[in-house]
C-alpha cells in the first residue's frame, strides 16, 4: 500500500463556515507567519451552508472593522418583529421575547456570508480548499489528533478504484479546528474518542428546513422577521417557524422541528409544507416561486450539552460544539466570537490545552448560560415551556436550577406505546410537491457510482424489528426521501437512495437504534445551495 502524499500546515481548519473561517481569518491576522488551511467538503465555500439567519453585527465588527461600508451580496438591516401563535385557522400576536429583539441585527444568507468571507481570508494568506472532504483523522504516536485524511476520489460503489482516482493526501498540523457545523462527522468521533461529552447532557437537536421564495411584487417586507409557535405542530413537539423578508421580492422562510419529539409518525418536512398553507402565510406565497431550499440539522442542547472543546492536537469550535444560543435562534455572532477566541489561543501557544477554560470563562458560555432553562423549559410541553421562559428570562438566568436535557433517538414512542394527536392537517397545493421536488430545489448532485455515505450497520433490524416497533421513522424525518423501503423479488428491503441526501445529518440523530452512520462523500458531492 503506498504511502500518501503529505502537506504539512501550522492549524487544520475543518469546515469554511463561519466559525472556522473566522478562526483562519484571525489567526492571520494576530501571527501572518502561520500557515493556516481551511477544507470545505462542499465544492463551493457557502454551497453547504445554511441558516436563518440574522445575524448580531458585533463579532463581524471585530473580525472585519468597516465590513458595512462593503457589506455581503444579501444584507437587510432588521426593521421590525413579529411573534405569533399559530392554530389551525387563526393567529395571535404574542409580545416578542426580549432574547428576539432584533433592533440593529442584519438578515442575511449565511451561504452567501460564507463566499463573501472566503476570497478575504484568501488576501490574509489562508489557503482554502473546497471541493475536498476531510474523511478521517491522522493520529500521531501518542494518540494527538495530528492532522487529517482527504477523502480518496473516484472510487466505485463496489470500492473498486475508476478511472477518475485520486488518492487523497494527509494534511498534517500542531493543530487541527473542528469547524464542521452541527453533528460533524469528524468531530462525532472525537467526542467519543476522547470522552468529551462524560461530565455533560447530551446534545439535543432540531431539523430546519428553508425555502427561498421570490414572491409578486409589494408581498415582501424588507426587514420585517416574523416567527410563530404553534400550529402545525402537537403541543408536546418544541418548534416553530420563521419568515424573514429580504430585498428584490424575496422572503425566506422554514420551520424547525426538535428531535426530541415522540411520534414516529410525524414527517418534519410535511409539518413545514403545512404551515405554509396556513391562512395567514398562504396569501404571501401564492403566485410566487421557489428559488432554492434545503435542510440541516440545528444544535439545541446549550449550556448543559456543551462537551469539552479540547482535546490533544484539536479544537471544537461553533456549532460543531454546539454554541448556538436557541432562544435567539442564532449561531453566527456565537461561531465568530468563539473562532476568533480559539485564534487568540493558538497564536500564543500552537497548543489545544488551556482552550476549554478560556472559552467557558468567555461571553460565548456566558450568553448560553443566561438562556440555559428555556429550550429543556419546553420537554413538558408548550405552556410549561413559555413559563419557564418568561420566568428564566426575568431573572436573568439566575435561578440556581440547570433543567436536564436528553437524547433525541430515545424519545421516540413505539407504535404500540403512542397515541398521536389528531393533526388535523390540511390538503396542500403550494410547491414543492414532494420531498423529490425539494431535492431538486437543492440543486444536490452525487456522482451515483461512489460509495454509499449512510451506513447502516444492521438492515435486518430494519427490515425487521423496526418495521414492526416503529413503522420505519426513517422514511418520514429524513427531509429528502433517502430511505425507502421497497418490495421485490426477495421480500422486504431498505433502499438508501444516497443520491439525494442533502447532508442535514437528522438520520444520525434519530434513529432510535442508532444504527446509522453518516460519513462524508466525495468531495463536492451533495447539495448546492443557493443564498440560503
Known sequence: MSEREVMEYDVIVVGAGPAGLACAMHLKQLNE???????????????????????????????????????????????????????????????????MNNHGNFIMSLGALCAWLAPQAEALGVDIFPGYAAADIRYTDTGAVGGVIIGDMGVAKDGSRKATYVEGIEIHAPVTVLAEGCRGHLSKRLIQRFELDKDCDPQTYGIGIKELWRVETGKARPGLIQHSIGWPLDRQTYGGSFIYHLDKDRVALGFITALDYRDARLSPFEAFQQFKHHPSIRPLLEGGEILSSGARAVVEGGYQSLPKTEMPGALLIGDAAGTLNVPKIKGTHQAVRGGMLAAAHLAQSLS???????????????????????????????????????????????????????????????????????????????????????????????????????????????????????????TRFCPAGVYEMVEDQSGRNLQINAANCVHCKTCDIKDPYQIIDWVTPEGGSGPNYQNL
Open 33 to 99: 507567519a502561520l500557515n493556516v488551511c481551511v477544507i470545505e467538503k462542499a465544492a463551493e465555500v457557502g454551497a453547504h451552508i445554511l441558516s436563518g439567519a440574522v445575524i448580531e453585527p458585533q463579532a463581524l465588527d471585530d473580525l472585519l472593522p468597516g465590513w458595512r461600508d462593503h457589506p455581503p451580496p444579501i444584507c437587510v438591516p432588521a426593521e421590525k418583529d413579529e411573534f405569533w401563535l399559530l392554530s389551525k385557522t387563526g393567529r395571535k400576536r404574542l409580545p416578542n421575547p426580549p432574547q
Open 352 to 474: 489545544s490545552e488551556g482552550f476549554d477554560r478560556k472559552l467557558r470563562r468567555s461571553p460565548v458560555v456566558a450568553e448560553l448560560k443566561k438562556v440555559r432553562n428555556i429550550r429543556p423549559g419546553f420537554n413538558k410541553g408548550l405552556w410549561a415551556g413559555l413559563r419557564t421562559a418568561v420566568i428564566e428570562t426575568v431573572t436573568g438566568g439566575r435561578l440556581p436550577r440547570t433543567l436536564s436535557n436528553h437524547a433525541d433517538h430515545r424519545m421516540l414512542k413505539k407504535l404500540d406505546d403512542y397515541s398521536p394527536p389528531d393533526r388535523d392537517w390540511v390538503e396542500r397545493e403550494l410547491p414543492p410537491r414532494d420531498r423529490l421536488a425539494s431535492v431538486y430545489f437543492a440543486a444536490t448532485d452525487h456522482e451515483e457510482d461512489q460509495p454509499v455515505h449512510l451506513k447502516v450497520a444492521d438492515t435486518d433490524i430494519c427490515i425487521s424489528q423496526c418495521t414492526e416497533e416503529y413503522g420505519n421513522p426513517c
